[in-house]
């Protein structure tokens, strides 16, 4: 009962916060929810100080929410693949190689920047952190979250080229991070005998290369199933039973469901829809993921806004934080433009391109998660805290203003649609 009581409140919650967002304040819908939810925690906290019950039980029913786990064990693989299925395969295709390129070399780059230079800040607000600590800091907080960018990218009306590599590096570049970030915790844990460049190795080609690979055969088996029929509602079950089923088999083989829903959902999406689905099959399939990822999605940002009510975020963390967004930008412009200078005869840019690249880079739930895998003998706190105010800054600041500045850059292909704050 408490975990349907949790459901509830969640649920409950998005109905809410989505009603007044579209009637009253018409924000682009994931950044409204997170905004009134954070609001909401904060009230909250007022009211908890004065002994409120109500908020009280509302806390203890946020604290037994696995963050973590709900996310990426769960939600991540469904929106992911929703994510996927509309990315056009033959533009990506185009746009491979500076993709990859900024979804490993540049957020490698990005680990390493943001590590070293939190290595030398920290000193100077008393906090002196080992190494090792920083870098995994640099490593969840590279990554650019796909929900994050996916959700604010539908109302920029961005150039697609352009589009399709934000969105791209975001799709991939998760599982990259979280091979660093568990290399990383292994070495902090067992130190660097336990993790040897053998057995990085070994982890990389498991979770990365198996992942993809895993994504390529069910992506490809749920294209013969759906071509092999025609009703509806089985091939929108058949979808559905590939992402629980890819995700709990990707678990097992201890490799990454997210790459392996990225690809399944890419092949589905270009294979599947143009051969193997009739014009009604499209459009139930389409309808029943973009409702799901709407759901999921307003699920996710709330539950980001109501970690306010369980973290203690003290003065000298809020401090850290926000010298932590100059930090993670700074980190994020060079690891973006030096792949791509690297890359310029064959896929030019300019510096339009970098600033949209740079301020695009959206930081969001997986970052969240991560930071709260981490055990507490490491300074769990501390980088709970810099990370939780890097996203909210990143999801707020950067989403709200990412359409304005493409517009300003003359980089938009029109005016973005009624519906967005949807």
């Not at 920290?122 to 996916?150: E, H, K, R």
């Not at 979770?207 to 992506?219: H, K, P, R, Y």
């Not at 980001?304 to 973290?311: A, D, H, N, Q, R």
């Not at 930008?329 to 064959?346: E, F, I, K, N």
Request: glycine share 12%; charged share 15%; proline share 3%.
């Amino acid at each position: 009962m408490e975990l349907y009581n949790t459901l509830a409140l969640l649920i409950v919650l998005a109905a809410v916060f989505g009603y007044v967002n579209h009637r009253f304040l018409r924000l682009p819908g994931t950044i409204g929810l997170m905004v009134l939810a954070l609001v909401s925690s904060l009230l909250a906290i007022g009211l908890g100080k004065l002994g409120v019950d109500w908020v009280l039980t509302a806390g203890e029913l946020v604290r037994g929410i696995d963050f973590h786990t709900v996310l990426m064990q769960v939600m991540l693989s469904f929106l992911l693949f929703a994510g996927s299925l509309h990315v056009d395969l033959r533009t990506l295709g185009k746009e491979g190689v500076a993709v990859g390129a900024m979804a490993t070399a540049g957020t490698l780059l990005s680990t390493a920047l943001v590590g070293t230079a939190f290595y030398y800040l920290l000193p100077l607000f008393g906090l002196p952190t080992d190494f090792i600590y920083c870098l995994l800091f640099g490593a969840l907080i590279s990554p650019t979250d796909p929900i994050a960018v996916l959700g604010i990218l539908k109302q920029a009306r961005i150039d697609p080229r352009l589009e399709i590599r934000i969105v791209g590096e975001s799709l991939f570049n998760d599982g990259i991070a979280v091979v660093v970030f568990v290399s990383l915790l292994q070495i902090a844990q067992f130190g660097n005998g336990q993790a040897t460049p053998a057995i990085i190795g070994e982890l990389f080609l498991r979770e990365a290369v198996g992942g993809l690979a895993l994504g390529a055969a069910l992506g490809y088996a749920g294209f013969w199933a759906l071509r092999s029929i025609d009703h509806y509602q089985v091939e929108v079950l058949i979808t559905l039973a590939l992402v629980m089923g890819g995700t709990a088999l990707a678990a097992r083989l201890h490799t990454s469901g997210p790459l392996a829903m990225v690809v399944a959902g890419l092949i589905v999406g270009d294979q599947g829809r143009e051969l193997g689905m009739s014009d009604e099959t499209r459009e139930y399939l389409d309808k029943f993921w973009e409702l799901l990822d709407e759901i999921l999605n307003a699920v996710l940002f709330v539950l980001i806004g109501l970690e306010m009510l369980v973290l203690d975020i003290s003065r000298t963390t809020l401090l850290v934080g926000l010298v932590a967004i100059g930090v993670v930008l700074l980190a994020r412009w060079a690891s973006v433009g030096l792949p791509l200078a690297l890359l310029q005869r064959y896929y030019p840019f300019d510096r339009r391109t970098l600033r949209v690249l740079t301020w695009g880079g959206l930081r969001g739930g997986i970052s969240v998660a991560l930071a709260l895998s981490l055990p507490a003998s490491m300074p769990r706190d501390l980088l709970v805290g810099v990370t939780y105010v890097v996203v909210v800054f990143s999801i707020i600041g950067q989403g709200l203003t990412i359409g304005p500045l493409v517009k300003r850059l003359g980089l938009s292909t029109g005016e973005a649609p009624a519906d967005a704050g949807h």
